[in-house]
């Protein structure tokens, strides 16, 4: 089955870099759009940036310029570098995989729908 498992959140301080990573298995990675998500505390999902197995991005609003989605499909790895991180980059952030009877969420300039996700990462960002 789908598995996805995060790695590399913390705690920074405003103006930090993080990267983070997802290990994916249980299908053919290089076949689906990816995606990273977040949840801060009371607040609904937020589509973060998404990559299409042909590496076309998408990003939201809050996170263009800062932060950098990719993929290396050797690996089945998806990645997200987080640059100059502000205190409201503070959530869970999730990895996701596209599915026919998942979500449709706004990424920017196109929407996508994810069905499967990993259980998160801790994101901490201290002013």
């Known amino acids: 089955q789908v598995q996805l498992v995060e790695s590399g959140g913390g705690s920074v301080q405003a103006g930090g870099s993080l990267r983070l990573s997802c290990a994916a298995s249980?299908?053919?990675?290089?076949?689906?759009?990816m995606a990273w998500f977040r949840q801060a505390p009371g607040m609904e999902r937020e589509g973060v940036a998404a990559?299409?197995?042909?590496?076309?991005?998408y990003y939201g609003d809050s996170v263009k310029g800062r932060f950098t989605i990719s993929r290396d499909n050797e690996k089945n790895a998806l990645y997200l570098q987080m640059n100059n991180l502000q205190p409201d980059d503070t959530a869970i952030y999730s990895c996701?995989?596209?599915?026919?009877?998942?979500?449709?969420?706004?990424?920017?300039?196109?929407?996508?729908?994810?069905?499967?996700w990993g259980q998160g990462t801790q994101v901490t960002v201290s002013s």
């Open positions: 249980g299908y053919k990675f290089s076949n689906n759009n």
């Open positions: 996701a995989r596209e599915g026919p009877e998942g979500t449709v969420f706004w990424f920017g300039r196109t929407t996508l729908r994810f069905q499967y």
């Open positions: 990559i299409t197995p042909w590496n076309t991005t």
